[in-house]
């Protein structure tokens, strides 16, 4: 799930950079801002739980263990590295994603600012 929604922010921010070199203002500002929000999102998204999972174990525990499948510990064990590396591979994704689309999104919206402003007499 974290996946496809860095997939999808990470193809936003590679939209709006296209978008920002052809010049198309109001739309990369569109496509960057998608970008920066989701990826806020994943990071926000990961930092939570695993803020969860250190500042309260017992909580933490509680819902960590009801996402985990009825099974052996060996089951139990390789959904839990994959979960892991998934949520990991998400937040890493959603660094340069930020680093990208932020740029993009303040230079979108300032020249959108200069192009709506009325010319000084």
Partial sequence: MLAI?????????VI????????RWRHAHQF???ATIIS???FGLTFASLALLLAVPSVGTVI???LLPAGDAT????FLAEA???TINASAMAVPTLLLSVPIWI???ARLKRLTEPPEA
């Fill in 107 to 109: 230079l979108a919206r």
């Fill in 75 to 78: 089951d139990r064990a390789q």
């Fill in 64 to 66: 960590f263990r009801a």
């Fill in 40 to 42: 806020l999102l994943i």
């Fill in 84 to 86: 892991i590396a998934e």
């Fill in 16 to 23: 709006a950079l296209a978008l920002a070199l052809l010049r």
């Fill in 5 to 13: 929604a860095t997939y999808g922010a990470v193809l936003a921010a």
């Fill in 32 to 34: 960057a801002r998608a």
